[in-house]
């Protein structure tokens, strides 16, 4: 979920946009009958999950875990537009009126200025990770914001490097904690935003306290609120706040592994065209050609290009599709290498249509 332009610049190529929101549910709502409270649940939900074809999505609870918000939204996009579309389109739902934004956090995702390797590391970290947001399954979501004080900008980038690595250092010693930072720096009031997945809060507890005796927390001018988010599907998020219940009236928000899953409609995908959904945190391209639909995942092995971002062709290998950043071509049908500098293929889904609405499922192929 990158920002999604034929750019080669390496400091914004594959670079995304996120946006933590956090929800606080008025009182009144649990005063209203039980029939409406379900019906604004449900108004809700759906109104979320459209915009599940658009970004990648996670929904978790805070009821229990802190009085002054409720639930979490954690939004990733390849732009900022959807979020602010999102929101207007929640403030219009039944729920709506009875939800206020308790706190928000808008960052974007950017390549560290540091060597995060250790040198006994036998291979160094890939740099396009750290560039794109793909949640784990844990259950567990630890949010803050970050600010560090100007003292550290002052500092030389070898000393800065030095903590660093002590700070990397503790972090290694906590293997199942996974960390996703990202950069707020001219658009919001934090510089930082840090946000912890993990599955054990002792583990994450004692994580933090070391990392209190390294050197850089000496930096640190803000790091607070903090946040523990329980990671549920936004159906048992709804149940999580009170009143009705609704999780046993929807389907799951994601299938079993492989499983369909509605992600547009057929007026969204014009005729010769191409568009980027989600398929749990992964980008799929739909691609439209001669009546047919095609889903590949939307990012070329090669240097991570948009592959929804390309041109479509036909030839004799059948329709294709050429990676706008580096020329690779790839065959719709199967995802195989037709020329071009990707080292592999890419992986394909099938599509099927009902009632005017694309589903799409792992097919196990490509990407070999």
Known sequence: MSAETPSHNPDTAGRQCVKYTFYKLDAAFLRLPEEKQRDAKLDFIDTVRHFNRRMLLRS???????????????????????????????????????????????????????????????????????????????????????????????????????????????????????????????????????????????????????????????????????????????????????????????????????GWLAVATMDELAPESSLRVYYGAQQVALFRVNGSIYALSNRCPHARGPLCEGTLVTNGDGPAVRCPWHEAFFSLETGRVLSGPAPRAVETFRVRVEGGTIYIAQSGEGGE
């Not at 409720?70 to 929640?90: K, S």
């Not at 006994?120 to 970050?146: C, K, M, T």
Request: charged share 25%; hydrophobic share 40%.
């Open 60 to 258: 978790y609870s805070l009821v229990g875990m802190r009085r002054d918000v409720d639930f979490l939204l954690w939004t990733v996009a390849a732009e900022m537009e959807p979020f602010q579309q999102l929101e207007t389109a929640i403030r219009n739902t039944a729920l709506g009126p009875f939800l206020s934004v308790a706190r928000s956090f808008l960052s974007t995702t950017k390549r560290s200025i540091y060597d995060i390797s250790l040198p006994e590391d036998a291979q160094a970290p890939n740099a396009d990770e750290r560039i794109r947001i793909e949640p784990s399954g844990s259950r567990y979501l630890f949010v803050y914001p970050f600010i560090k004080t100007r003292a550290w900008y002052a500092l030389s980038h070898e000393e800065r490097q030095e903590m660093i690595t002590e700070h990397i250092r503790v972090g290694r010693k906590y293997p199942d904690i996974r960390l996703n930072t990202t950069y707020s720096y001219g658009i919001d009031d934090q510089e930082f935003v840090v946000a912890f997945e993990g599955d054990n809060p002792h583990d994450f507890v004692d994580l933090v306290a070391d990392l209190r005796f390294t050197k850089a927390s000496m930096y640190t001018q803000a790091d607070t609120p903090m946040h523990i988010c329980i990671a549920m599907p936004l159906p048992e998020v709804m149940d999580s706040i009170g009143g009705a219940h609704v999780s046993d009236l929807v389907d799951p928000d994601v299938p079993e592994v492989g």
